[in-house]
């Protein structure tokens, strides 16, 4: 506290010139001019960014929209009411008649081969 | 001048400084922009994930009564992209501009809802081009059902706000719904609040599109042949509970669920399998059996005189055939779907025997399955005013008691289950936008019976449908199943007609898939074994063959 009010004094006390005095003032405006630059500068550049976020807020609801959009088309195209009759009109259709072979347990004495399943049910399908 | 340079001070620190936070509450609200933003509500899979539910970008457009004068000119462009005569669109739009300027406007200001983007554009440019004014245009998200009907009132409706309703889309309402996202700020460089928004999560169903699409198909050829004007089909997973189908019929596509509900059609969105109530009939005898069993009241082989008529308090019990069948045994009355033993050996039991057992079933009390609006059921116990034992009796062989079908497969699942009732579930698990997943686990409500008394009775049961119901049977595979024939009541008055049940499990050793049929009033036949049985049949066989269920009956 004491320095501050010593310096304070130290300038009033001082006997500065025309030449200085102006000077001074010159140096004050440009870093005041180049302060509200650097301000103008920085609020541009909010701005900017903020315009670009909500931009970049648009993109993401379109690009959703857009895969939502894509999504349908293929839930579309995927759904039992196109593919059944496109598969029918291929000659596919569901079986008829499912018939089931016993297909015998296979033990193999092979280590590295793990021994199959007791029982594998194969289905063959007759239209 | 110092009195005025006093004032002007003086009010100056009132201004700036007293009233300060007033003024700055006024200017803030002035220079305050809120802005909403809104995410994608979550979209709804099946099993296999195909899409069975989405949100699309989409349109609703108001009309403003203020500013809208040529309702003709509007009308000519709004036409087309409603699918609408011109007549009909000025017409509606003359309604709104009349009721706006009332004191107190009634209509809503809606002229079309769920547009397109390609249509909205298209309507917007038309409408620039003729300087035509008066409409606003509001963008928002719409839904979208690309499978059409297909397990339309199982998925439910979504709402303009949008809310869900019914069906899964109003039960996992706050699970789907996206939240909205806000932005205020006094200016671009002075931003006060900023929340994102997220998108809802997406559910998957444990049904299986498949499976629902031909069990759909199924029932509505059926509906066709019985003439039957409604019915019911839900395929279950009998370990877990989980439904992989569920066909109700009439049905309805959520694409025009709004439509529907503006004309006034609300009361057909409704999902019938969860919400109606009916008389099961002689399904129940399966669960009165198994009570029987249990409690160590009637063996397999016990004998009971059948003599085809039972009088309790003046009332009077008859077989459906109204005869007498001699000595029968469990085989028997099931084979036979026999009233009168099967109530005999529940008046046996006594009342507090029967309802204790009885209630475990879960009759009378909801199934806990998550769809919106399930409906309890009636059961009337002797706690009840109005009881008598007349009601022990019909209750024994499912009359004068109602239930929903998810009731009645759930509670007769026990059997199937080795004796354990499940909570059945729609929704497999749900994933959240931040990654997430919750998946949900099969949850067993209780032990009704016993292990060893579910596998004598389905034991009986495969036998009694080889003899009683020998459509049901499925090539590779046992079958245990019950008929079920209640007679139809309209206002209280008993009428001609029957609402028809089939439950059945396959195979009958160690089921994988319990299946329930319903027709209500079949006009080709009054019997189950002739309407549900062959569903049942085509039902449970596609059923097995889209699960994998191995057969268990090899040649």
Redesign the interface.
């Known amino acids: 506290m004491n320095t501050i009010r010593q310096w304070a004094r130290q300038l009033i006390e001082a006997k500065i010139s025309l030449r200085a005095a102006m000077l001074l003032a010159a140096c004050s405006s440009a870093l005041l001019l180049g302060l509200m630059v650097i301000w103008l500068g920085m609020?541009t550049r909010?701005?900017l960014l903020?315009?670009q976020l909500e931009d970049l807020?648009g993109t993401q609801?379109a690009l959703?929209?857009q895969i939502?959009?894509t999504?349908?088309?293929?839930?579309?195209v995927?759904?039992?009411?196109v593919m059944?009759p496109r598969a029918r009109q291929l000659g596919f259709e569901?079986?008829r008649?499912?018939e089931?072979l016993?297909v015998s347990p296979t033990i193999t004495a092979t280590e590295t081969v793990t021994p199959a399943v007791a029982l594998t049910?194969t289905t063959i399908v007759t239209q | 001048m110092g009195i005025t340079i006093l004032l002007a001070v003086a009010r100056a620190i009132q201004v700036q400084v007293v009233e300060s936070p007033k003024y700055y509450a006024q200017a803030s609200y002035q220079q305050t922009q809120t802005r909403y933003t809104q995410s994608p509500r979550g979209a709804i899979f099946d099993r296999s994930g195909n899409l069975l539910a989405i949100s699309n970008r989409a349109y609703i457009i108001r009309a403003d009564a203020r500013t809208l004068t040529d309702t003709a000119g509007v009308a000519s462009a709004l036409a087309p992209a409603l699918g609408q005569s011109v007549e009909d669109v000025r017409k509606h739009l003359d309604a709104i501009v009349v009721d706006g300027q009332s004191v107190t406007p009634t209509l809503s200001t809606i002229v079309a809802f769920d547009l397109s983007p390609s249509v909205t554009r298209q309507l917007t440019e038309t409408l620039e081009t003729m300087g035509r004014g008066g409409l606003l245009i509001d963008e928002t998200w719409g839904r979208d059902y690309p499978q059409g009907a297909v397990a339309g009132p199982t998925l439910g409706f979504v709402s303009l706000q949008p809310t869900g309703y019914s069906g899964i889309e109003g039960f996992y309402n706050s699970e789907l719904t996206a939240e909205t996202g806000e932005r205020k700020e006094r200016s671009r460089m002075d931003v006060l609040v900023v929340t994102p928004t997220t998108s809802g999560a997406d559910v998957v169903l444990t049904l299986d599109l498949t499976l629902q699409a031909f069990v759909e198909n199924r029932l509505a050829q059926a509906i066709q042949e019985t003439g039957a004007p409604s019915g019911t089909v839900i395929v279950m997973e009998t370990k877990t509970g989980a439904i992989l189908a569920s066909a109700s019929y009439p049905s309805y596509d959520p694409n025009r669920a709004l439509e529907m509900a503006s004309d006034g059609q609300i009361g057909l969105l409704k999902d019938r399998a969860v919400s109606e109530l009916y008389e099961p009939g002689s399904v129940i005898k399966i669960a009165t059996m198994a009570i029987a069993l249990e409690t160590g009241q009637i063996t397999t082989s016990t004998l009971m005189t059948d003599t085809g008529k039972l009088v309790i308090d003046g009332k009077r019990i008859y077989n459906s055939d109204r005869s007498g069948h001699g000595v029968v045994d469990m085989e028997d009355i099931l084979a036979r779907s026999l009233n009168v033993p099967t109530a005999m050996t529940a008046l046996d039991m006594g009342p507090e025997k029967f309802y204790s057992h009885f209630r475990l079933f879960g009759f009378g009390s909801r199934t806990g399955i998550d769809l919106g609006d399930e409906a309890a059921g009636v059961l009337r116990t002797p706690s009840d005013v109005t009881w008598s034992r007349t009601d022990l009796a019909t209750n024994s062989f499912g009359q004068g008691m109602s239930s929903t079908p998810y009731q009645v497969i759930n509670s007769l699942n026990v059997i199937a289950n080795d004796g354990v009732l499940m909570q059945p579930y729609i929704v497999k698990e749900w994933r959240e936008p931040n990654g997430n997943v919750i998946a949900k686990q099969p949850v067993p409500k209780g032990r009704v019976i016993s292990p060893a008394t579910a596998r004598t009775l389905r034991q009986v049961m495969a036998i009694a449908t080889r003899r009683g119901t020998p459509k049901a049977e499925i090539a590779g595979y046992t079958v245990a199943g019950k008929t079920g024939t209640a007679d139809w009541y309209l206002q209280g008055i008993k009428q001609d007609t029957t609402i028809v049940t089939y439950v059945g499990f396959v195979p009958a050793e160690d089921p994988q898939i319990t299946v329930l049929v319903k027709l209500d009033q079949p006009s080709s036949s009054k019997w189950a074994a002739e309407t549900t049985v062959p569903i049942f049949h085509d039902v449970a066989e596609r059923a097995c063959q889209i699960l994998g269920v191995p057969p268990n009956v090899l040649k």
């Open positions: 609020s909010t701005a903020d315009k807020d609801t959703t929209d939502n959009q999504w349908t088309q293929i839930g579309e995927t759904s039992p009411r059944e569901p079986a008649r499912i089931y016993i049910v």
